[in-house]
DNA sequence: TTGTGTTTTATTGCCTCC
DNA sequence: GGAGGCAATAAAACACAA
């Protein structure tokens, strides 16, 4: 027996003397394979609803009070009369495992949800109301127990996996974010470096010309009536906002992670959108 | 009926707590 | 050291398809 612990067959449900033997009725019979689980018992007429006693023809008998030990076997009924031999035959008889019946499982699963364990007193006393075994109430409740543990971590893992695919789509979504991010960068850059470019171009031309400007020259000024000012129709105002607000939108701040160079420096030059695109501490705080 | 998978009851061994 | 809890496991009982 499992760490010395005794498994006694103590129950008291004790019924009637049919013969000499002082019956002790453990309330349980074996159900044969093909019997259905109908009830084992009846209720104790002026007990609780979950009193019971054996009204089955197999049961379970101790002859604790007889013989003062602890056997335990299953004597049929409807064959006390064939004595000794019979007698025999069921103490050397392994016991057989017993199913509890329905109202027995039920009882003790609202037990069980009141509170799942089980102190001495509540066993005692529950193993009284549906007249099993202290031990047998115990045993169903660490089983029960173990049940309700696992089942608990099937319900762990289902929310685990639920939040792990909540999680993926969410970085699927952001790695496309990424993606149209990047582009627009790309974009923009090309446009800041065709700016660049068209802006030195005039400065040569101005230099090659000499020619001292009608009125002075505005390089800031996009807008200026020089004769040779580039055509800015390539950056339409509704573009130049659009690249306002691309780079001063708060999402613009937040620049897609560069992978393994796969984004070339920023152009070297000053930008004239207010940031210094050369910045490295802006970038890698960027990102 | 039988083979097989699942559920339930019970045991065993180890661990912790008092 | 005993009582009780738990994990692992055995084995009976049960469900169900073929």
Known sequence: ????????????????????????????????????????????????????FVSGTRS??????????????????DEEENGDEDLDEYFHQPEKKRRLTVDQVQFLEKSFEVENKLEPERKTQLAKELGLQPRQVAIWFQN??????????????????????????DYGN?????????????????????????????????????????????SDSPHSSYPFEPDQSDTS?????????????PSSYIFPKLEDNDYSDPPASSCSYGFHVEDHAFWSSAY
């Not at 612990?5 to 019956?23: A, Q």
């Not at 960068?185 to 101005?206: G, P, Y």
């Not at 105002?237 to 939108?249: G, R």
């Open 174 to 218: 952001l790695l496309k974010e990424k993606d149209k991010l990047k582009q627009e960068v790309l974009q923009l850059t090309d446009k800041l470096v065709m700016k660049e470019k068209n802006n030195s171009e005039l400065s040569d031309v101005n230099t090659v010309c000499q020619e001292p400007p009608q009125k002075p020259v505005d």
């Open 1 to 52: 027996m499992a760490g010395g612990r005794v498994f006694s067959c103590n129950n008291t449900n004790s019924v009637g003397g049919s013969n000499n033997l002082s019956v002790l009725l453990q309330s349980q019979r074996v159900p044969s394979s093909s019997e259905p689980m109908d009830p084992l018992f009846i209720p104790r007429p002026g007990s609780s609803p979950y009193s019971f």
């Open 237 to 249: 105002q509704d573009e130049e906002d659009n690249l306002s607000k691309a780079l001063f939108q």
């Open 60 to 77: 379970m008998v101790s002859f604790e009070d007889v013989h003062g030990g602890n056997r335990s076997f299953f004597r049929s009924f």
């Open 144 to 169: 029960r127990r173990a049940r309700w543990k696992t089942k608990q971590l099937e319900k762990d893992y289902d929310t685990l996996q639920a939040s792990f695919n909540t999680l993926k789509d």
